[in-house]
């Protein structure tokens, strides 16, 4: 069965920083996009990050860009989302997920196939 796992959530204060991670169980992220969603409590999931399959191209949302970086490990087992400068409106559940795309497709829009729970993020003083 092939599911993914993150880990990482906290209670960080404004301005902290925190390391998401996403791990792939029974297959791996290679040849697929890999995207970071943020919910909060009645509003949408939203995509807020997202790495291309092949060529590793990122995209972020404007709220986050320049804050958080969205990687992948080699190995294709792993992704991460380091997140710095949090701010109160960065609080939610993250989750991840991925889908085969085309190599350097545009990803933040791509209709994702493959999901984790979720971690809880909450940033407050």
């Known amino acids: 069965q092939i599911h993914l796992v993150e880990s990482g959530g906290d209670l960080v204060q404004p301005g902290g920083s925190l390391k998401l991670s996403c791990a792939a169980s029974?297959?791996?992220?290679?040849?697929?996009?890999v995207a970071w969603f943020r919910q909060v409590p009645g509003a949408k999931r939203e995509a807020i990050a997202c790495?291309?399959?092949?060529?590793?191209?990122?995209h972020y949302v404007a709220s986050v860009k320049g804050r958080f970086t969205i990687s992948r490990d080699s190995a294709g087992i792993a992704a991460y989302l380091v997140m710095s400068d949090l701010r109160p409106e960065d609080s939610g559940v993250y989750s991840c997920?991925?889908?085969?795309?085309?190599?350097?497709?545009?990803?933040?829009?791509?209709?994702?196939?493959?999901w984790g729970q979720g971690t809880q993020v909450t940033v407050s003083s």
């Open positions: 790495i291309t399959a092949g060529y590793d191209i990122t």
């Open positions: 029974g297959f791996t992220l290679g040849g697929s996009a």
């Open positions: 997920a991925t889908v085969p795309l085309r190599l350097g497709q545009f990803c933040l829009g791509a209709e994702y196939q493959v």
